[in-house]
């Protein structure tokens, strides 16, 4: 099962862009690498999901390097709603459908 | 569409105790699971049906069961409650294409005390 490491926490300001590099070493060729979003008291939301090279949708990008060791979740201009616990996760199929969740990175936007 | 909802909201029970979470899906969604939050931790998964009929262990199940009623609800059972099971219970649903897992959906949790 593929395991991963993102920063325990991070802060930055309203209107800036926040990149949040998560490592997956032993990421399989049939991975794919997911990011969640979680408030408090609240169930984790998706934001993105990508393969390789670099995914976009409405709220946020996703870099792959071409080794796939690693990844990063890039969010544009930032406001205080985003304060929140991010996850990265990278899917091992398998024989079964197990995703492995770290502790996640905690940002923290201040005004 | 309501998502996917779980009942109770909260709930304190005293050591030994029995109870059951409910989850149900309005997605159509093929595959369910049962996560564990505990305070400043990811989730860990309990147990997952990957379709109707179907359930496997994930990775902490001891203490727990589940049944897969039908395709749109999936039950998570507490034989005898332990304090160590005190924690917040997800569940979320999701759909499987070609082997490749999409996004899962989660309901708003279950908080629940064991004294």
């Known amino acids: 099962l593929a395991k991963t490491t993102q920063p325990i926490s991070m802060d930055s300001y309203e209107g800036q862009e926040v990149n949040i590099t998560c490592s997956h070493n032993n990421i399989a060729t049939n991975d794919y690498i997911t990011w969640y979003q979680q408030f408090p008291s609240q169930g984790p939301r998706f934001i993105i999901q990508g393969y390789k090279t670099k995914v976009t949708n409405e709220v946020a990008s996703l870099f792959i390097p071409a080794d796939r060791k690693s990844s990063t979740l890039s969010l544009p201009r930032v406001s205080l709603s985003d304060t929140a616990v991010y996850y990265c996760?990278?899917?091992?199929?398998?024989?079964?459908?197990?995703?492995?969740w770290g502790a996640g990175t905690k940002l923290i936007i201040k005004p | 569409n309501a998502g996917v909802t779980q009942t109770p909201k909260f709930q304190v029970l005293k050591t030994g105790q029995s109870m059951t979470l409910q989850c149900a899906q309005d997605?159509?969604?093929?595959?369910m699971y049962w996560y564990r939050q505990d305070p400043g931790m990811g989730l860990r998964l309990i147990y997952y049906s990957a379709s109707e009929g179907t359930t496997d262990k994930g990775e902490v199940p001891n203490g727990y069961n589940v049944s897969r009623l039908n395709k749109r609800e999936f039950s998570l059972r507490l034989e005898s409650a332990a304090p160590s099971q005190t924690s917040v219970y997800f569940c979320?649903?999701?759909?499987?294409?070609?082997?490749?897992?999409?996004?899962?959906?989660f309901g708003p949790g279950t908080r629940l005390t064991v004294l």
């Open positions: 979320a649903s999701s759909e499987i294409t070609s082997g490749h897992y999409n996004e899962q959906f």
């Open positions: 996760l990278v899917g091992d199929m398998g024989s079964n459908y197990q995703l492995i």
């Open positions: 997605m159509n969604h093929n595959s």
